[in-house]
């Protein structure tokens, strides 16, 4: 029985691993063999099936993808990437509310990349993030969401303003009406900085989202709408990319909060 392509490609991890290896370069059985860390008789039967398959051609002892092999693998290369982010941390994913994520960047949602679980410490559970606080304040350019009230974000982001980083700000009305009734005088200066530019959504949101010229930071709340103090951050421009649509996503629903 011929064997389909779905299966060549999908159910060996070797035959997927050579296929994604060729997309670089064309490669000699020797170069497979030590770039996926394997053995002659464990590849040499996976090489051939790809062969039979047509999604692999020969040229004396090199190796490269035929153009359909080009295709289907620019084609199952999001795929995979999509699977890893969501396997990496999967009960992170499924314990959490994905709706405020816009269907458009849903189906991105590889462009994270290589991200990283900030667990919460217990013994800093109110504070700010080491590693989230240390690049915030490196950065130059910075957009955040504020979906839920944090007092001590209201002194980082003055000094982060008084540092000339240019910054936007979208923040929640129920955010927005704690700050003004009690923290006044430290949004009256956030206002009136000519760097920083603040919005208020009227949307009932369930992340909040920063994005710099560094890094981005993304927090999902749970299924039942609490804050559970992780956070997901990565240095991938394609992050960052993802990260600064979704920013503006709710940029373009808010509107821009003046100076008294």
């Not at 059985?29 to 790809?50: W, Y």
């Not at 816009?102 to 504070?127: A, Q, T, V």
């Not at 993030?129 to 504020?146: H, Q, Y």
């Amino acid at each position: 029985m011929k064997t389909s392509i779905i299966d060549l490609a999908f159910l060996s991890e070797k035959r997927t691993n050579v296929l994604l290896l060729l997309t670089e370069e064309p490669r000699t059985s020797d170069e497979i063999k030590t770039a996926l860390n394997v053995s002659s008789t464990s590849i040499m039967p996976q090489i051939k099936k790809l062969k039979e398959g047509h999604l692999i051609i020969q040229d004396g002892d090199t190796y490269k993808l035929t153009d359909m092999g080009e295709i289907v693998v620019e084609k199952m290369e999001p795929l995979l990437n999509t699977i890893r982010i969501f396997e990496e941390n999967y009960d992170y994913w499924t314990n959490h509310d994905l709706d405020a994520i816009p269907e458009k960047l849903i189906n991105r949602i590889e462009e994270l990349g290589n991200y990283f679980l900030l667990e919460p410490d217990l013994n800093r559970l109110f504070e700010v993030p080491e590693d989230f606080k240390e690049n915030l304040l490196k950065s130059s350019r910075i957009m955040t969401f504020f979906s839920y009230f944090h007092p001590l974000y209201i002194s980082l982001y003055i000094e982060i303003a008084r540092k000339k980083a240019e910054v936007e700000i979208i923040l929640t009305e129920p955010v927005f009406k704690r700050i003004e009734e009690d923290y006044s005088e430290q949004l009256e200066e956030l206002l009136k900085a000519k760097n920083v530019q603040v919005y208020v959504s009227d949307k009932n949101i369930t992340l909040t989202n920063v994005v710099t010229d560094r890094f981005c930071s993304l927090v999902l709340f749970d299924k039942k709408g609490k804050f559970d103090h992780q956070h997901l951050m990565s240095f991938d421009e394609s992050a960052l990319k993802w990260c600064e649509d979704l920013f503006t996503h709710y940029k373009n629903m808010s509107r821009p909060l003046k100076e008294k």
